[in-house]
């Protein structure tokens, strides 16, 4: 079975800081690695994913994540906050071996920026 | 560009009462999926549709759940009975199937409010 854990349930951080939003999954088969960012009030956006080739994939809004196989990690980062990126993230894992499989979901990370 | 799309975007009912939302899928997509986000927890999968049955799921999708995909466009979530603790956001997903990526998109959620 596969799980997600999302280390921080709320982190803070001022505008113009690095951002750096915590996954690890559990899978024993490769697996598909995504992040999805949710407004307050809006359905989930997907800022980016890993599938398979390169480790480090760039996503919408200056996002990036790094796929650590020996770490079994995904984390999410951004050089430089905007108030614009506060929102609830979360990261998602699926079996990319089975067509149509459901993505499991961590349990979120609330981000808030400062001014 | 093409989108899922859900109604109703809020519904209030009584408990007891049976409760249909209703989901549109991207046009050319094959897998569907219902999510449900009980407020401040995690987006928790529900059960996946392919080829006109249910591929997945989870324990929480248990007898008072049903999915259905009526015509060629409508893919419905009923819940018969509905409880106190159905209350939350439904997501409806759709994936396509070819070259699969992973990638699941989201529609902006249908907030049922059980009392």
């Known amino acids: 079975a596969q799980s997600v854990t999302q280390l921080g349930s709320h982190v803070s951080v001022s505008e113009g800081a690095l951002v750096l939003l915590r996954c690890n999954y559990s899978?024993?088969?490769?697996?598909?690695l995504f992040w999805y960012v949710q407004y307050p009030n809006q359905g989930l956006q997907l800022l980016l994913k890993y599938t398979t080739g390169a480790t480090l994939v760039k996503g919408i809004n200056g996002f990036e994540a790094e796929f650590k196989k020996s770490e079994t990690s995904f984390h999410l980062t951004k050089p430089s906050a905007h108030m614009s990126d506060a929102a609830e993230y979360f990261c998602?894992?699926?079996?990319?071996?089975?067509?149509?499989?459901?993505?499991?979901f961590g349990k979120g990370t609330t981000l808030s920026v400062s001014s | 560009e093409p989108e899922v799309t859900q109604t109703p975007s809020h519904q209030v009912t009584q408990m007891g009462q049976e409760v249909i939302l209703r989901c549109v899928p991207i046009s050319n997509h094959l897998y569907f999926y219902w999510y449900r986000q009980i407020l401040g927890q995690k987006v928790e999968f529900l059960v996946s549709f392919y080829n006109n049955e249910i591929s997945e799921k989870s324990e929480i999708f248990d007898d008072q759940f049903s999915v259905e995909r009526p015509d060629g466009s409508n893919f419905t979530l009923k819940i018969r009975s509905t409880k106190l603790e159905d209350s939350a956001m439904y997501f409806c997903a759709s994936r396509f199937e070819g070259a699969d990526t992973g990638e699941l998109f989201f529609g902006e959620g249908s907030r049922l409010t059980v009392l």
């Open positions: 899978s024993s088969v490769p697996p598909y």
């Open positions: 998602a894992v699926s079996d990319n071996t089975v067509a149509g499989t459901a993505l499991i």
